[in-house]
């Protein structure tokens, strides 16, 4: 019996340990070409691994097991595939033609890498297994920065900061549908989790802009002082979170009323922001003090500072099985 119970006790923790899983936050530290690995359980950095030049986003597969760093600052135009689970940079994507990458995001299936390339005033589409560009769509908008795709991934929406406004490209048939006057500066951008919604912050005017996505037209205009610089919903869909870069303050909005509901004061010049999957807490980059602030979503505190490399940017989660 006592043989049996011991025999119980091991395959349980055998069993446990094959399902073990690794959560890390990926954090691109845009002044010094690195990508730092943070345990999101006890907030200290793991490692760290060298990137091509200027990583400013990251996006990493629902798997977890892959990221991918547009490098914005080139020469060498690129973008690094990093194998998570051996915390290192495994090669890069050269896009040739395609200049200045910045915002990256991937469709629900994570076949398809989408990536906006600013100075070319292009949006590629990358295939994940063959690491190869396989379609471009040109924008013909100044500075076509950040990006969002519908949760159908039928439709994407650029944000185009010299333009001030907002791209839409159809991915079925590869048609650029229409440029969406925002306001000046639109430089973050992210569509609802219901897809009906796509917001934009519009940095030098201040304000936000509410496309309805089923005829793309601005609905309404939300007043957001402080230099706007991105905006992420909640995964509720019911809060959307802006950093606000010049006022060094974390606004906070009420996505049904549209009206500002919290205002916390942060680090020097907030930009990335990252909601984990579960709605529990968020994690905001503090460019200027090349540290990521943690904040519990339920009450808009900040619970925690974590130290990153120079000048932290764009961010991404990777939960892997061991």
Not at 44 to 69: L, N, Q, S, W
Not at 82 to 107: F, T, W
Not at 175 to 195: L, Q, R
Request: net charge negative; glycine share 8%; with cysteine.
């Amino acid at each position: 019996m006592k043989i049996r119970s011991l025999f119980v006790v091991f395959l349980f923790v055998a069993a446990s340990s094959a399902n073990a899983k690794t959560s890390l936050l990926l954090i691109g530290n845009k002044s010094e070409d690195t990508l730092s690995f943070v345990d999101t359980a006890t907030l200290k950095e793991v490692a760290k691994t060298a990137t091509g030049r200027g990583p400013h986003e990251v996006v990493a597969t629902p798997d977890g097991r892959t990221a991918f760093v547009a490098n914005y600052e080139g020469p060498g135009d690129s973008i690094s595939v990093i194998d998570v689970p051996a915390q290192k940079e495994s090669s890069r994507i050269e896009l040739g033609e395609h200049r200045a990458p910045h915002g990256l995001v991937l469709n629900s299936t994570a076949t398809k890498l989408y990536a906006t390339c600013e100075k070319s005033q292009t949006v590629i589409e990358i295939d994940v297994e063959s690491k190869q560009i396989v379609r471009s769509f040109n924008t013909g908008q100044k500075g076509t920065h950040m990006l969002a795709i519908t949760p159908d991934d039928r439709t994407i929406y650029t944000a185009d900061i010299g333009s001030g406004t907002a791209t839409v490209i159809n991915l079925e048939n590869g048609e650029v549908m229409t440029h969406i006057k925002t306001d000046a500066e639109c430089e973050g951008i992210d569509v609802s989790p219901d897809g009906k919604q796509v917001w934009t912050s519009n940095r030098a005017a201040d304000n936000l802009s509410v496309i309805d996505s089923a005829t793309n037209k601005v609905v309404a205009t939300i007043g957001c002082a402080g230099f706007p610089i991105r905006v992420k919903f909640t995964p509720d869909g019911k809060q959307a979170l802006v950093p606000c870069a010049k006022s060094n303050e974390l606004a906070v909005f009420d996505v049904e009323t549209r009206k500002e509901i919290k205002r916390v004061s942060t680090g020097s010049m907030p930009v990335g922001v990252l909601v984990e999957p579960g709605g529990r807490r968020a994690f905001v980059a503090y460019t200027g003090d090349s540290t990521v602030a943690v904040f519990d979503l339920e009450t808009m505190e900040e619970t925690a500072k974590i130290p990153s490399g120079k000048q932290a940017d764009g961010m991404a989660l990777a939960t892997f099985t061991d």
